[in-house]
Structure formats: C-alpha cells, structure tokens
C-alpha cells in the first residue's frame, strides 16, 4: 500500500505565510506528477500547484507570484510554501501524486484558513 500525509495546514491571517508538505510512503517504486489541489465550500477541486519528477512547475493564475511548489525526491516529499495569503485561499488543500504502480494516490486534506 501506499498513502500520502500532508501537514501544515491551519489559520493566518491575511498577507501571512503557511508551508505545507506531504510525505508519500508505503511501496514506491518512482513518483511522476505531485501537485497540490484544494477546494473550498460550494466549490469544485481545483489545481493550485504541480512539479514534475525533473522540477517543471505549473500554477493556477491566482496563486502564481505568492506561492511555490517544491518537492525533495530522496524524501517522496512535496511542499507548498504559500506566501501573501488571501481570503480567498481558504480552502481544504489536498496533495496528489502519480506513483509508479499506484496510479494516482489523494491525501486525506488539510484545512488552510484565512481570517483576521
């Protein structure tokens, strides 16, 4: 088996700073894609950040300037660090990762609230 455990999330205030990571473990042969999703009340999942195995990144319009992916391979780990932080980024944040024999494997979601 194989499973994804994200942590980090919680409340700030708005213009503040929060770091996510998300450790893959279990059997892993080799990891592709990981990216971060989220999805907020009434609201559809959407893409927020992704990076290849080999570091090519992509971002939703609305977080690019504030908010950077990264990932440590030797760890099977993803990070969002997420700066300038908006109302409108609350959300519950999900990671995502395309593994090897797995296909693609959720995380169990972390709360991100924005409120003064």
């Known amino acids: 088996q194989v499973q994804l455990v994200e942590s980090g999330g919680g409340l700030v205030q708005p213009g503040g700073s929060l770091r996510l990571s998300c450790a893959a473990s279990?059997?892993?042969?080799?990891?592709?894609?990981m990216g971060w999703y989220r999805q907020a009340p009434g609201k559809l999942r959407e893409l927020v950040a992704a990076?290849?195995?080999?570091?090519?990144?992509n971002y939703a319009d609305s977080v690019k300037g504030r908010f950077t992916i990264s990932r440590d391979n030797a760890k099977n780990t993803v990070y969002l660090q997420m700066n300038s932080l908006k109302p409108e980024d609350t959300a519950v944040y999900y990671c995502?990762?395309?593994?090897?024999?797995?296909?693609?494997?959720w995380g169990q979601g972390t709360q991100v609230t924005v409120s003064s």
């Open positions: 995502n990762a395309q593994i090897s024999q797995w296909g693609t494997v």
């Open positions: 279990g059997s892993i042969f080799s990891i592709n894609v």
């Open positions: 990076i290849s195995s080999g570091g090519s990144t």
